[in-house]
């Protein structure tokens, strides 16, 4: 169902986005022609519509339908999963997910997991028995919002189910470039203060991740990387900045 290509992928958090419109795409775009526009610029998108809502069949039909065959999709796992059940009893629950975004097909990157920001390591038990569920068949990528994390024995559960620890830009996290998997998923949030240096010189302030994107490629057989940062509508533009950067533009 999922495959992991010897490559990079670079894209941002959605393609919905109505502050995009003058930036991404023309004034007069229909609404149903962004995603077919978004994927002419970019390889891959983190769906992140489907951390509020499952969709149905018929619309992930539609998403892989609307995609060059090459396009590669990374879908949030809903929030029910993660912040309401809090990873406890949600077999079912992450069984019709799967079903259902699996219509997507050999487009199918992996899935994100975000894990609330309150979740600390003293439930490891409730992680475990969650990573014991997923199917190996299915790519899934882990992003820890609390610094319990960030240990060797995290990142030795990871490696154990074949999980990529999520590398974030963020303020929430330090940035531990680390590969627990085949493949590495990188995400820009953006901190406080940062923007609005990235909006005079956003390569300034993203250069420095170009040997880390580098380091990363040489542990990992493929690098997925998402700007979400949606400050004022930059992300694609800052996505395209990564793309220049690492000679892709």
Not at 41 to 57: A, L, Y
Not at 188 to 214: C, F, I, K, S
Not at 243 to 248: F, T, V
Request: proline letters at 8%.
């Amino acid at each position: 169902m999922s495959r992991e290509p010897q490559t990079l992928y670079l894209g941002t958090s959605g393609w919905a986005h109505r502050n995009w419109v003058g930036l991404l795409y023309p004034h007069d775009l229909p609404a149903l022609e962004y995603l077919p526009a978004y994927a002419r610029q970019f390889n891959s998108v983190e769906i992140e519509h489907t951390f509020f809502d499952t969709p149905t069949r018929q619309t992930v039909q539609s998403w892989q339908r609307r995609t060059p065959q090459d396009f590669v999709f990374s879908p949030c796992l809903p929030r029910r999963i993660t912040h309401v059940q809090r990873l406890h009893d949600i077999r079912s629950l992450l069984e019709d997910f799967i079903a259902t975004i699996g219509e997507l097909g050999d487009k199918l990157g992996p899935i994100l997991v975000q894990l609330p920001e309150d979740f600390r390591s003293v439930e490891q038990g409730a992680l475990e028995a969650f990573l014991g569920l997923l199917p190996r068949q299915v790519s899934f990528a882990l992003e820890f919002h609390h610094g319990s994390w960030v240990k060797d024995a995290t990142f030795t559960l990871l490696e154990q189910h074949q999980v990529a620890w999520v590398v974030v830009d963020a303020p929430f996290l330090p940035r531990v470039p680390r590969v627990t998997a085949s493949f590495a998923y990188v995400r820009w949030h953006g901190r406080p203060g940062y923007q609005t240096r990235r909006q005079m010189d956003p390569a300034a302030a993203l250069r420095p991740w170009v040997p880390v994107l580098h380091q990363l490629g040489r542990q990992a057989r493929c690098v997925y990387g998402y700007v979400h940062n949606q400050f004022s509508g930059y992300a694609p533009r800052d996505c395209q900045t990564l793309r220049d950067l690492l000679g892709q533009g």
